[in-house]
Structure formats: structure tokens, C-alpha cells
């Protein structure tokens, strides 16, 4: 079956633009994840979605972003005025329930580079 | 946040069993162990979870000490594909099951 699908794989954008991540989590999971990892680190949590409730949006480093999930499917996150500390990859999970004992399904990233 | 502690990196032969380890001393009865991989340029893969038995699924097995302060991820027989970065992580109840992840543990496979 369908994994989940990030698009775009690759972003090469100008310092000071806007840009627009996309996720398609798997079919039937409520739960959806948005991750970064930067060059050599680890990966660090920025949002979380489950279901109708309000997202956990305590991960996320700035005002500048921010996520959003349609219909309870697919999900973007947008970043706005660009800096080069956001060059990283973004990875998007999901999992069926958001419960602890569920596994989460990563996708492969989307590589964003600030010029 | 509780923590996890994994040695940097590993070496292993092709077609040997490999142990690697994992200390969680501050585990909550609640939290479960989750095992994460992480080949270049892919996502983290999901490999194994458990709460206080003994896991077996066809990737490995996981092993939980009995007062669950440590965990050990077993792959039966290594393979260059095995070649990885692994991420031993606790998801807390209650926390949306988002997962904190550390450095991991850098194993390396040679023929």
C-alpha cells in the first residue's frame, strides 16, 4: 500500500520567500506529525495533528510557521520569510491513532536549502 | 523528557547477530520503547516497540530488562542493508506520541 508521500522531494529557495511543504499521510491514520533535521542532528518534533482537536503546535520554532491539515488528510507546512537556519530536511509522519504504543510512518522528506 | 543513552556507533560483521543496547533509567511505567532506523537520504523507519515483554517481529527482537531500565535491539543475522543509524526513543504517554530523538547509534556492517 501507499506510504506516506512528501512533496516537493528537493526546495531550493531565496532567503526572505515563502515556501509551502506538503503531506499525504497514509490512507485512515488520524494522527500526522511534522518533523525537521538539520545537517547532522537528530530529529526535532514541530507539530503534531490528531483528528478534529486543536494541534500541538509547541515544537514549532517561530511565528513563521506554521501547518495546517484539510479535511483531516493531507497536511502543508508553510514557512514564511525564509532564513537560512530553516535549510533542513522536513519529514512528516503518521500513525493511526497518536496513541504511544502506535508505531509512526515516516515519509522521505522534503530537502528545503536557503540560499 | 525521558531520556535514552546510546553508544555513537557500532561495527558489526555481515551475517552475524547484533546487539545494540539502550539505558532508559528514567523510564515511566507507562512510556513504551520504540526502535527507529534511519538510512541516508531516508526517512526514519519504524523497527520494533514494547512495553514490558520481550518482542519478536521479522526486522528483530527486542529485549527489556525486568525493572525496564534498559533495552537491547537484536538483528539475528546482519545484512549491508542493516547499515544504519538506530534510534532508541520512549513515547510518553500522554504526549501525543510525538517522539523525542536522540543521536542514535551509527551501526556500520562490513562483508
Known amino acids: 500500500g501507499a506510504g506516506v508521500s512528501q512533496s516537493p522531494s528537493n526546495k531550493v529557495t531565496e532567503k526572505g520567500k515563502d515556501v509551502e511543504l506538503r503531506c499525504d499521510p497514509i490512507s485512515g491514520h488520524t494522527a500526522l506529525y511534522w518533523y525537521r533535521q538539520s545537517l547532522g542532528q537528530g530529529l526535532e518534533f514541530l507539530i503534531y495533528?490528531?483528528?478534529?482537536?486543536?494541534?500541538?503546535k509547541s515544537g514549532l520554532p517561530s511565528d513563521r510557521f506554521s501547518a495546517e491539515r484539510t479535511g483531516g488528510s493531507v497536511s502543508t507546512l508553510t514557512i514564511q520569510r525564509t532564513q537560512q537556519e530553516d535549510s533542513a530536511v522536513y519529514l512528516c509522519?503518521?500513525?493511526?491513532?497518536?496513541?504511544?504504543?502506535?508505531?509512526?510512518?515516516f515519509g522521505d522528506g522534503t530537502r528545503l536549502s536557503i540560499l | 523528557d525521558a531520556k535514552t543513552t546510546q553508544p555513537n556507533s557500532m561495527e558489526s560483521n555481515e551475517e552475524e547477530p547484533v546487539h545494540l543496547p539502550c539505558n532508559h533509567s528514567?523510564?515511566?511505567?507507562?512510556?513504551?520503547i520504540h526502535w527507529y532506523r534511519q538510512l541516508p537520504s531516508q526517512g526514519p523507519e519504524y523497527v520494533i516497540h514494547?512495553?514490558?515483554?520481550?518482542v519478536n517481529n521479522r526486522m528483530a527482537s527486542l529485549a527489556i530488562a525486568e525493572d525496564r531500565k534498559s533495552s537491547t535491539l537484536i538483528l539475528h543475522r546482519a545484512t549491508l542493508r542493516d547499515a544504519a543509524v538506530y534510534y532508541c526513543?520512549?513515547?510518553?504517554w500522554g504526549s501525543g506520541d510525538k517522539l523525542t530523538f536522540g543521536t542514535g547509534t551509527r551501526l556500520a556492517v562490513r562483508p
Open positions: 509522519a503518521s500513525s493511526w491513532t497518536g496513541l504511544s504504543n502506535q508505531p509512526q510512518h
Open positions: 514494547g512495553l514490558t515483554s520481550n
Open positions: 526513543i520512549l513515547s510518553v
Open positions: 528514567t523510564i515511566s511505567g507507562t512510556d513504551y
Open positions: 495533528f490528531q483528528g478534529n482537536s486543536a494541534p500541538d
